[in-house]
């Protein structure tokens, strides 16, 4: 692992994100103009809007990173760019991470957007602060940028990658505990529920809308959400090989 | 002259095609090596052997007295894939910089790569608004870049007008006088005799492998295309005898 390599490749994609000027701004407002689609949904519902929007503030990072690193990452492959960085002194950790770092602060800007929009714009309104907020929120996309990383070893084609998505992420929205309360859930749901990442990623914003500091529940679950990213940073890098058929 | 790649014995499996069929050679240092075959003979999988990115079924690949494709190699190698492997999305120079990086080097050896392949007024543009052969030496500059001892050339100079594509020529010569050794392949036979020294490859097994000037002499003619057709016959009549 070398940190120049990690550090020039992060910037290699971000100047790669630059260029592409629509990407960006989709990046941007997306999010945002979804969470004021959720405001007036829920216009005069009381208390639903703080809860379902601070959720949506950490699992919207999550699906588009998601999306946007095995897409990102399917191109490495086949326009032959990996397989020369193969040939290089590029460590395939150096690789991941580049990518990891690139988009968390990708993720990073998207996030305080939408949390600004959604607290200044929107009136959303909870007990913890909005910097906890973000920050989960960008903890949330490095696992999403992992998880794309991971299963993009195993899509050959753009129609594959994209199938990921209601594989791996979708389950995990189904069963987060934002459509049934977790505790509802019969006992075997509720263990898949358990072996979830983004369960513990609602969890952790769940405590920020209803506690005034950070809890250690919150900071458990940030460190189980980042320990999984990690895990699935270290899969991925199993699953790249220098050497193909 | 030393040897800078010997491949011994080396079996290819795709599938379950035999691609290689037990190639051996020895590719010198200071000389442009020619790989020549038709299209689906076996070349980019022979060159991904060397380069050490390919599984092999058995034989061995030693690159500069490594193991072909270990860690001390990969500052020595540049690599130049069949389709231009360069991001699209970012400008002739962003490319050059980040392949630069990789090697810990800077702007300046990055600059000087794209002066060599003759892109310098095209430095700013990005590679996804570049010309087929204009993209195919944006890929070519990020491969010279920190002048390695071994260059991987897989079809280098498809679609380059013939003014550029003889400065490239030179400019391998030059690189092949200062010691580095270089394996070009090509499908075409007018740049057979461009090189110092040739190897042609066909349905998986080494059919030539000397100079060009050898090769028309044991052929018998002048004509390294019809060299190469009267070689594949001889070889056919050995199997068959």
């Known amino acids: 692992m070398s940190l120049r390599i990690t550090f020039a490749t992060a910037g290699r994609v971000l100047r790669q994100l630059r260029h592409d000027r629509r990407t960006v701004a989709l990046l941007v407002v997306v999010p945002a103009l979804l969470l004021a689609l959720l405001y007036f949904m829920y216009d005069g519902a009381g208390g639903t809007f703080d809860r379902i929007a601070l959720i949506m503030l950490g699992v919207f990072p999550f699906v588009i990173m998601f999306l946007v690193t095995s897409i990102a990452m399917l191109r490495e492959r086949t326009t032959g760019t990996l397989e020369r960085l193969l040939t290089t002194p590029l460590g395939k950790i150096d690789l991941l991470f580049g990518y990891g770092i690139a988009f968390g602060l990708a993720a990073a800007v998207q996030g305080a957007v939408a949390t600004g929009a959604a607290y200044w714009l929107l009136g959303l309104d909870t007990r913890g602060s909005a910097g906890l907020v973000v920050l989960i929120a960008v903890v949330n996309a490095v696992l999403g940028v992992a998880l794309g990383l991971f299963c993009s070893a195993f899509a050959r084609t753009e129609f594959q990658a994209v199938q990921f998505l209601p594989v791996v992420v979708v389950p995990q929205l189904l069963l987060c505990g934002l459509f049934v309360p977790r505790a509802q859930m019969v006992g075997w749901l509720e263990g898949i529920s358990n072996a979830l990442p983004l369960t513990y990623a609602v969890e952790a914003l769940a405590q920020v809308g209803g506690s005034a500091d950070a809890t250690t529940t919150m900071w458990r679950d940030l460190v189980i959400v980042a320990g999984a990213a990690v895990v699935a940073l270290v899969l991925a890098a199993a699953t790249l090989r220098r050497r193909t058929p | ?241």
């Open chain 2, 1 to 241: 002259m030393d040897d800078a790649i010997e491949v011994r014995d080396l079996v290819v499996e795709r599938g379950r095609r035999t691609v290689l069929h037990g190639i051996s050679c020895d590719i010198p240092a200071g000389r442009v090596t020619g790989l020549l075959g038709p299209s689906g003979s076996g070349k980019t999988t022979l060159i991904r052997a060397i380069v050490g990115v390919q599984i092999v079924r058995s034989g061995t690949v030693t690159v500069l007295g490594h193991p072909a494709g270990s860690a001390p190699l990969r500052r020595e190698l540049g690599y130049v894939t069949q389709a231009p492997s360069v991001y699209a999305d970012l400008s002739v120079r962003e490319n050059a910089r980040y392949f630069a990086a990789l090697r810990g080097l800077g702007a300046a050896e990055a600059d000087r790569a794209i002066a060599d392949v003759g892109l310098a007024a095209a430095k700013s543009q990005l590679v996804g608004n570049l010309s087929g052969g204009q993209r195919s030496r944006a890929s070519l500059a990020c491969a010279l870049i920190g002048e390695p001892r071994l260059l991987v050339l897989d079809e280098p100079t498809v679609g380059q007008d013939p003014v550029l594509r003889a400065e490239l020529w030179a400019r391998f010569h030059e690189l092949a006088a200062g010691g580095t050794a270089l394996l070009v392949s090509s499908h075409v036979m007018d740049e057979a005799g461009r090189c110092d020294r040739l190897l042609l490859i066909r349905e998986g097994r080494l059919i030539g492998d000397d100079t060009p000037a050898a090769i028309r002499a044991s052929a018998g003619t002048d004509d390294l295309e019809e060299a190469f057709l009267r070689l594949i016959r001889d070889n056919e009549q050995a199997v068959a005898a």
